[in-house]
C-alpha cells in the first residue's frame, strides 16, 4: 500500500525557516511529479510548488526566492525549504504526489494523486 508521509512544520518566528519532508512508502518505483499545496483558515487551497519527474521545478510567485522543492529519488523523498517564512505563510501543507509502484506479480501501478496527511506550518511572533 503506498502512502506520502510529511514530516517537519511547527510554529517558527517571522524571518526564520522550516523544512517539510513528504515520503512515499510502500513498494514505489519512482515519485514521477510532486505538489506542495497550502491552505489557510477560510482560504482556497493553492498550490505552492511543483517537482517534476526529471528536477524541474515552479513556484507561486508569493513564495518565489523563498521556498525551494527538492528530491531524493534514492529514499523517495520530497522535501519544501522554507526561508524568510512569514506570517501569510500560515497554512497546513500538504504533499501531492504521482506515484508509480510495484503492485505484485511482475505489474506497475501509477496513480496521479496520493495526499500527505498535511503538516501545521505556523510563523507568528
Known amino acids: 500500500q503506498v502512502q506520502l508521509v510529511q514530516s517537519g512544520g511547527g510554529l517558527v518566528q517571522p524571518g526564520g525557516s522550516l523544512r517539510l519532508s513528504c515520503v512515499a512508502s510502500?513498494?514505489?518505483?519512482?515519485?514521477?511529479?510532486m505538489d506542495w499545496y497550502r491552505q489557510a483558515p477560510g482560504k482556497e487551497r493553492e498550490l505552492v510548488a511543483t517537482?517534476?519527474?526529471?528536477?524541474?521545478?515552479k513556484y507561486h510567485d508569493s513564495v518565489k526566492g523563498r521556498f525551494t522543492v527538492s528530491r531524493d529519488n534514492v529514499n523517495h523523498m520530497v522535501y519544501l525549504q522554507m526561508n524568510s517564512l512569514m506570517p501569510e505563510d500560515t497554512a497546513v501543507y500538504y504533499c501531492?504526489?504521482?506515484?508509480?509502484?510495484?503492485?505484485?506479480?511482475?505489474?506497475?501501478?501509477?496513480?496521479?494523486?496520493?495526499w500527505g496527511q498535511g503538516t501545521q506550518v505556523t510563523v507568528s511572533s
Open positions: 501531492n504526489g504521482d506515484i508509480t509502484w510495484y503492485a505484485g506479480r511482475g505489474i506497475y501501478d501509477r496513480k496521479a494523486d496520493f
Open positions: 517537482i517534476t519527474e526529471n528536477g524541474s521545478v
Open positions: 510502500g513498494d514505489i518505483f519512482s515519485i514521477n511529479h
